[in-house]
Nanobody, 125 residues
Framework: QVQLVESGGGLVQAGGSLRLTCAAS????????MGWFRQVPGKVREFVAA????????SYVDSVQGRFTIPRDNAKNTVYLQMNSLKPEDTAVYYC??????????????????WGQGTQVTVSS
């Protein structure tokens, strides 16, 4: 089992920045690739970003490329989502998720085994 807890969400103006944190406990964190997803009411949870177990490779959905980054710190069992130049359309509940390391940079939510409870991000115009 892996337990994931997100934090760092909140209200920010368009153009601003937020850093989300996902703290993991349980099984060895470095065994897992990590991802961030987001969901708005009435819509499917969508992929945002992923990072390999080592942090050496990352992947992003086109809409956040160049604005978001997904660093991880295996010594702290933590993955982050650094969000810059935020837009109102980034408003959503953001979830972190863990997938076994052989599922490299996976964008399909059904292939992630563990999920956090989510943190709300609201971007005002």
């Amino acid at each position: 089992q892996v337990q994931l807890v997100e934090s760092g969400g909140g209200l920010v103006q368009a153009g601003g920045s937020l850093r989300l944190t996902c703290a993991a406990s349980g099984r060895t964190f470095s065994r897992y690739g990590m991802g961030w997803f987001r969901q708005v009411p009435g819509k499917v949870r969508e992929f945002v970003a992923a990072v390999t177990w080592s942090g050496g490779s990352t992947s992003y959905v086109d809409s956040v490329q160049g604005r978001f980054t997904i660093p991880r710190d295996n010594a702290k069992n933590t993955v982050y989502l650094q969000m810059n130049s935020l837009k109102p359309e980034d408003t959503a509940v953001y979830y972190c998720a863990a997938a076994p390391k052989d599922r490299v940079l996976e964008t399909r939510r059904e292939l992630y085994d563990y999920w956090g409870q989510g943190t709300q991000v609201t971007v005002s115009s």
